[in-house]
């Protein structure tokens, strides 16, 4: 059984950063794809971040240069590292396995950007 479990959001003043993690189980990330999404209050799903299973890489436009995605396989475990938050980056972020849209996905973590 898949499952995926976020962690690491909070809340940060604009320009932060934050790391976020998402430890999986019943699979192995290693050549899998992995996904990054984010639903704000009121919005739709937005997808930000894929690593495909050969670890090939690709950012929405509005994450690129600020967020980075990563994996670690001995931990099974997925991240984000998110430098220079922005107020409209206040959401809830989930990782998901592929397909992004409709993919397992944990309980999300919940980040906050804010002065």
């Known amino acids: 059984q898949v499952q995926l479990v976020e962690s690491g959001g909070g809340l940060v003043q604009p320009g932060g950063s934050l790391t976020l993690s998402c430890a999986a189980s019943?699979?192995?990330?290693?050549?899998?794809?992995m996904h990054w999404a984010r639903q704000a209050p009121g919005k739709g799903v937005e997808w930000i971040a894929t690593?495909?299973?050969?670890?090939?890489?690709s950012y929405s436009d509005f994450v690129k240069g600020r967020f980075t995605i990563s994996r670690d396989s001995a931990k099974n475990t997925l991240y984000l590292q998110l430098n220079d938050l922005k107020p409209q980056d206040t959401a809830v972020y989930y990782c998901?396995?592929?397909?992004?849209?409709?993919?397992?996905r944990g309980q999300g973590t919940q980040v906050t950007v804010s002065s």
């Open positions: 690593i495909s299973g050969v670890d090939s890489i």
């Open positions: 019943g699979f192995t990330m290693s050549g899998n794809t």
């Open positions: 998901v396995k592929a397909p992004w849209l409709t993919g397992p």
